[in-house]
């Protein structure tokens, strides 16, 4: 259990729920389950039965009149945005839950993922890396043959991958999810959205 504190004099308790023992709660009902990454992320892959609600739109207090009462975990890729996600929902007087180490645990424990087939083709960690990979070796060849000056393009592009590692958001990778070829059809998805869009 991990305690980390907002203000002076709030304490929040946000406990780490294993996978095994999230699948033992979801299986008896007792626990509805909150996935935090982004919707291509979702489309790509979810944990059965997960509703969708992006860290950037969490509404606790939404949350909370949509489910009274029930035991809600939060889970995202690694962990890092559910931990995120936890703390922002608690409200100090009970312990909020999140999957230890997201989705990835998840599918190392052998458990279950659900892949709709309208998913995106490749995925977008796959494509952040195609459009990276190409910018820097067009940035290099431009910079020998044309000005060193192009050698900033994959610079930038190198300062951008750093930044992405560092805190889990990329920029590239929330522009290739709304490209129209990563679009996801709403009957293939057969996602549940649990925040406002």
């Not at 922002?88 to 230890?100: K, T, V, W, Y």
């Not at 590239?172 to 999810?177: E, I, K, N, R, S």
């Amino acid at each position: 259990m991990t305690t980390t504190t907002h203000e002076p004099g709030a304490t929040t308790k946000i406990q780490d729920v294993p996978p095994a023992l999230l699948k033992t709660w979801l299986d008896a009902g007792d626990a509805t389950l909150i996935d935090v990454r982004e919707d291509y992320e979702h489309a790509e892959e979810r944990i059965g039965g997960a509703q969708l609600c992006p860290l950037g739109k969490l509404d606790p207090d939404a949350l909370r009149s949509a489910h009274p009462g029930a035991r809600l975990v939060f889970h995202c890729r690694s962990g890092k945005r559910s931990h995120d996600a936890a703390s922002r929902f608690s409200d100090g007087r009970e312990p909020a839950f999140h999957l230890a180490g997201g989705i990835e645990a998840w599918k190392a424990a052998g458990l279950p993922v659900v892949r709709p087939e309208g998913g995106p083709r490749i995925p977008i960690i796959r494509q952040v890396m195609l459009v990276a990979g190409s910018l820097v070796a067009l940035g290099v060849a431009l910079g020998v043959t044309v000005s060193p000056w192009f050698l900033a393009l994959a610079g930038f592009v190198g300062l951008g991958l750093m930044f992405a590692g560092i805190t889990g958001w990329c920029g590239m990778a929330m522009l290739l999810g709304v490209m129209p070829w990563n679009r996801v059809r709403k009957d293939a998805a057969g996602t549940t959205t649990c925040c406002p869009s």
